[in-house]
């Protein structure tokens, strides 16, 4: 996959929605949108993501998990939103 067949503008997505989110679905391929010329964001079709985040879980889930738990029972640092996700995800 080509990133940058992949990027648009966010001002192009808003007038473009509906068109993109369906390319979206079809392709399972995730768009980064930018803002002022940087790339800012990254979107995906939910089943894609889905996909990825299982693909993540199935290589690093176990060891992953056991490294939040240790470190949180290491010191009171709680895992970041990204980590609490997957964990609620994986758990699913």
């Given at each position: 996959m080509d990133i940058a067949d992949e990027t648009r503008s966010l001002s192009n997505f808003k007038q473009?929605?509906?068109?993109?989110?369906?390319?979206?679905?079809?392709?399972?391929?995730?768009?980064?949108?930018?803002?002022?010329?940087?790339?800012?964001?990254?979107?995906?079709?939910?089943?894609?993501?889905?996909?990825?985040?299982?693909?993540?879980?199935?290589?690093?889930?176990?060891?992953?998990?056991?490294?939040?738990?240790?470190?949180?029972?290491?010191?009171?640092?709680?895992?970041?939103?990204?980590?609490?996700?997957?964990?609620?995800?994986?758990?699913?």
């Open positions: 473009n929605t509906s068109e993109l989110v369906a390319r979206l679905k079809k392709t399972r391929n995730p768009v980064v949108l930018t803002i002022n010329g940087k790339a800012e964001v990254v979107i995906q079709a939910i089943e894609a993501y889905q996909a990825l985040l299982d693909r993540v879980e199935t290589i690093e889930g176990p060891r992953r998990r056991e490294g939040w738990a240790h470190e949180a029972s290491a010191s009171s640092v709680q895992p970041t939103p990204a980590q609490a996700w997957c964990t609620v995800l994986s758990s699913r």
